[in-house]
């Protein structure tokens, strides 16, 4: 994981704060549903989707602003090396949100009431 947070560089760390606090509001309704706890899950899902692919982005621009200091042939192996870097973000914040989504589920179905007879 250390190597994940390095190789992703400085977007993995707001990355991380705003998905762990999405994950700790889902699971907070998870144990206590309430319905007015879903628009900050929105919006914190959002906000660390976007963190996510702003780091991305960043580790993109500084791989391609740093292509010319290396020699011609190594120009697509460092390059695919800075893109699969790079993705070390967006997939933090996949991984963040999909465990938030599934702590949601479980406030969902404990705040769905049983229907007798369906």
């Known amino acids: ?12 760390f707001p990355t991380a704060l705003f998905g762990v606090v999405c994950l700790v509001v889902a699971a907070r309704y998870a144990l206590r549903p309430d ?7 929105l ?7 976007l963190t996510g692919c702003l780091g ?5 621009i500084t791989t391609t602003n740093h292509l010319h200091e290396v020699p011609e042939s190594q120009v697509p192996l460092i390059g695919a090396l800075g893109f699969g870097e790079s993705l070390h973000n967006v997939a933090l914040s996949l991984i963040l949100v999909v465990l938030a989504a599934l702590c949601t589920s479980v406030g969902v179905v404990r705040s769905t009431p049983a229907r007798v007879g369906a």
Not at 35 to 41: A, D, K, M, Y
Not at 43 to 49: D, E, K
Not at 56 to 60: C, E, I, M, N, T
């Open 35 to 41: 319905p007015r706890w879903i628009p900050l899950q």
């Open 1 to 12: 994981m250390l190597e994940a947070f390095r190789n992703g560089g400085w977007g993995m």
């Open 56 to 60: 991305f982005v960043a580790g993109l």
């Open 43 to 49: 919006a914190l899902g959002m906000v660390t989707v």
